[in-house]
């Protein structure tokens, strides 16, 4: 399998406050006939297991009943920092004569578990002693592809600030306007202090 080669961002900024709008994702659903746990997961474009930590009520996750309530874990900041990424590097790509790339929300969520990874494990890197490489981690998660690439970075306060720093990094900016991809996700989660990082996943699938 040939793989895109990747290169890491370390560039460290003051975080300040930053504005951000809400998607309407959070709430409770009532069950309804023909549901399941993963049915309702991608509806709302969260992961089974974030789904079933929400809803510590239910006895027996892979059983539930029509008229249940659902509770849905919000997420609303982080998939409004998310969606910009991806706006801008559509932007981007339209900018240099190339195709778009299709946002994929389980890519999201695989760099939304590497950001959230780098800051609970104290690292800054794409190989992660948890889920070891981007395309080791990528398949855990049941993703397949035929190239791949990642981008992260740390200290940024917003999403076009981040994108200007990977933007004037030749390796990311590869990353970015590579015409092998067709996909891609990005993922941001915040250290208590109030740091983002920040992640994108891009993917050729098989």
């Known amino acids: 399998?040939?793989?895109?080669?990747?290169?890491?961002?370390?560039?460290?900024?003051?975080?300040?406050?930053?504005?951000?709008?809400?998607?309407a994702q959070g709430g409770t659903y009532t069950v309804v006939p023909g549901d399941t746990m993963w049915k309702i997961a991608v509806r709302y474009q969260i992961g089974v297991s974030e789904l079933i930590k929400a809803n510590p009520q239910l006895a027996n996750p892979s059983m539930i009943r029509v008229g249940q309530k659902i509770t849905i874990p919000s997420i609303d900041n982080v998939k409004s920092l998310e969606q910009q990424v991806i706006d801008l590097v559509n932007k981007q790509r339209a900018a240099h004569g190339l195709a778009l790339v299709k946002a994929n929300w389980e890519l999201c969520r695989v760099a939304r578990y590497k950001s959230q990874d780098m800051i609970n494990k104290g690292y800054f890197g794409h190989q992660s002693p948890t889920y070891g490489s981007p395309f080791t981690m990528m398949q855990s998660f049941g993703i397949r592809f035929s190239a791949a690439g990642e981008n992260i970075a740390y200290g940024q306060r917003s999403p076009q600030e981040v994108m200007t720093a990977w933007m004037n990094s030749a390796g990311h900016r590869a990353n970015i306007l590579s015409p092998a991809y067709t996909q891609m996700g990005c993922g941001v989660a915040k250290t208590s202090s109030g740091t983002y990082y920040w992640t994108q996943e891009f993917i050729k699938p098989m």
């Open 1 to 23: 399998m040939k793989l895109k080669k990747f290169i890491a961002l370390f560039l460290m900024l003051v975080m300040v406050a930053l504005p951000v709008s809400a998607f």
